[in-house]
């Protein structure tokens, strides 16, 4: 599967220091070859999925053969629209 990151993630992903962005990296890439793997529960309320990676979230949803990333965020921010 594809994985694509919106702005927002990718921006974020930017910003954080490199042993985070690389765990995260490391998520991103297990998520594009077994999407439904790890840490992962369906949110409420909305659609979508989140993956946990230590104190991160990673929001994201499914469209056709595409893992398209919505938001990457620490635990407390992640779920604020």
């Not at 993956?51 to 620490?74: C, K, M, Q, W």
């Amino acid at each position: 599967m594809k994985v694509v990151l919106a702005a927002r993630a990718a921006k974020y992903l930017g910003k954080i220091s490199e042993p985070a962005k690389s765990r995260l990296k490391a998520a991103l890439t297990n998520l594009s070859r077994k999407p439904m793997l790890g840490d992962m529960k369906k949110l409420k309320g909305r659609d979508g999925f989140r993956l946990r990676v230590g104190g991160y979230r990673i929001l994201f949803f499914l469209e056709h053969d595409t893992v398209v990333v919505s938001n990457i965020a620490p635990r407390g921010e992640a779920y604020k629209e």
